[in-house]
Structures are given as C-alpha cells and as structure tokens.
C-alpha cells in the first residue's frame, strides 16, 4: 500500500499482521526487555519490515536500533523510516535519498483535544474548507509525523507541530512550509518539503522522500 506514494528509489515493506517466530537480534531485544505486549509487536514486526525493505536493496539483516528521540539507527549509506499503528506496520529505506518519512494512522477522527495541539489556526481554517469523506485531522497529524520523521536526520534537532505550517490538497499531495530555520543541503537552506498521502485498508498513509543528485525526483514524494 505505501509503495502508491513513494518513488521508485524508495524500496519499502509493510504488514497488516504481526507474523510468528520473528527473531530480534539481541540489541534490539535489550531495547524492549521490559516493554509491554503490544509494544514488543509492533517494534518486532517493524523491524522484520525494516529488513525486509533492506534485503530488496541488497543488504544482509541487521539490528535496527532506535538512536536519538528514537529514530531507527540504519546502515551506513541508507536512509529510512519506520511506522507502525493498530493493524499495520511498514519500513522504508532508499540509498539515493537524502531523507525519508513515513507515517500510519487510523483512518478516523482524532481523540477530542488533540487537534488544538497539532494544528495551527489557519490550518484548522483549512480543513474546513475541504471537501468530505476524509478524516483531515487524522491525514494533517499524519502528515506532520512524516515531515518530523524526514527532517530530524538531516538536523538533529526537534521540530514542533507549530513550527511546520501544512497544506493537504484532496489530489493526493501536501506542502509543509517550515516555520523556523530549516536543514541545510549541498549549501541551500530546505524551507519546506513536498509528500503525498493515501486513504486505503481503514487506514491513512503520509510520505516524504527527499532525492539525492543521483535520485530522480520526478516520480512519486519528493
């Protein structure tokens, strides 16, 4: 499913399931020794996808370990993402992008209070000005989370729901503006990113991917 909304040099791997006798490696298990139930399958199924996605570029498994604010620790020379929510799981990795995002969520509205702290005015105004059938909240925090995912490799640094201002369009795409100083890249200071999204399988998928020189940029979320 989210192979729809990422370019071709973005390999990917998804589940709707959590499959049997998956192993961890034994880094990965120091990381969920005392995690609940629920977490240990979705951390253990992401990095079965995770592998998966580095296999198909022609990577042997390795332990995909989270590092800072918990972005998952990838081979040298390969970028990624990971996500995971109630039914679904999915990694994407590339060799010839500069950063990638991905993100899942349910296709429903979002728990009441939440949308306050995620979007800002004008971007409430927004979405009301969209057409029905989507859950625009759920895709707008979607969304963010991927911006989120997709930046922090390229700065090391936190980004806020309010410091990226957001435009979702109903063709399938989005716009994030940056609304602080933003990652520099070959000399050029990035003030936004571009993705797409998708609505299948009761779920909402979000992804960015940032081409390298060796990238094309046209196909796909760049």
Excluded: N
């Excluded at 590339?94 to 939440?114: F, K, M, Q, T, Y």
């Excluded at 059938?133 to 729901?161: C, Q």
């Excluded at 309010?162 to 990035?190: I, K, M, N, Q, Y």
């Excluded at 991917?209 to 990238?215: C, E, F, K, T």
């Amino acid at each position: 499913m989210i192979e729809k909304i990422l370019p071709s040099w973005v390999v990917s791997a998804e589940a709707f399931d959590d499959p049997p006798g998956v192993t961890l490696f034994p880094e990965e298990e120091a990381v969920i020794a005392r995690a609940v139930d629920k977490r240990r399958r979705e951390f253990t199924t992401a990095r079965h996808c995770a592998r998966q996605a580095l296999r198909r570029i022609g990577l042997a498994p390795v332990p995909i370990v989270p590092g800072a604010r918990g972005a998952p620790g990838w081979p040298d020379g390969v970028v990624g993402a990971i996500t995971h929510c109630a039914g679904y799981r999915a990694a994407a990795v590339s060799r010839e992008a500069l950063s990638v995002g991905i993100d899942a969520e349910p296709h429903d509205a979002l728990p009441d209070g939440v949308l306050g702290t995620v979007a800002l005015a004008e971007e409430q105004d927004a979405m009301e000005r969209l057409g029905p059938g989507i859950h625009w909240d759920r895709l707008l925090f979607s969304a963010k989370e991927s911006v989120y995912k997709a930046w922090f490799p390229l700065t090391g640094r936190w980004l806020g729901f309010e410091e990226a201002h957001l435009d979702l369009s109903p063709s399938g795409t989005f716009t994030a503006r940056f609304l602080v100083p933003g990652p520099v890249v070959d000399g050029r200071e990035l003030t936004g990113f571009t993705g797409r999204w998708l609505v299948a399988e009761g779920l909402v998928v979000t992804a960015i991917a940032l081409p390298g020189i060796a990238a094309d940029p046209s196909p796909g979320a760049g």
